[in-house]
């Protein structure tokens, strides 16, 4: 129900948009978010948007580098990735929320998407 894509290998300081697509049902009234895993480590929280688009949250260490967008005609949500640095190297995945809010715990999310890999080399 939640397609991630737009990953792939770049160099450091490049840029790269990540899109998350929804099937079978829409997630219109739903928080948002992208979460990233690193090998080796958990899941982490990237940057969520609340289901219209007005509240956004962002992890510390994107903050300034990464915009989180959704277009609710497109059912999509994105994830534009500026100035990356290799230590933003994981699996990214989207996941739809279980209420309308920014959720920053991935226990706040009831579905996720298969995940997209970024690698960003040196």
């Known amino acids: 129900q939640l397609q991630a894509c737009g990953g792939g290998l770049v160099q450091a300081g490049d840029s790269l948009r990540l899109s998350c697509a929804t099937s079978?049902?829409?997630?219109?009234?739903?928080?948002m978010g992208w979460f990233r895993q690193a090998p080796g480590k958990e899941r982490e929280f990237v940057a969520a948007?609340?289901?219209?688009?007005?509240?956004?949250a962002y992890a510390d260490s994107v903050k300034g580098r990464f915009t989180i967008s959704r277009d609710k005609a497109k059912n999509t949500v994105y994830l534009q990735m500026n100035s990356l640095k290799p230590e933003d190297t994981a699996v990214y995945y989207c996941?739809?929320?279980?209420?309308?809010?920014?959720?920053?715990?991935?226990?706040?999310?009831?579905?996720w998407g298969q995940g997209t890999l970024v690698t960003v080399s040196s």
């Open positions: 996941g739809a929320g279980r209420g309308a809010w920014v959720a920053q715990n991935r226990r706040d999310y009831s579905y």
């Open positions: 079978g049902r829409t997630f219109s009234n739903n928080g």
């Open positions: 948007i609340n289901w219209s688009g007005t509240s956004i």
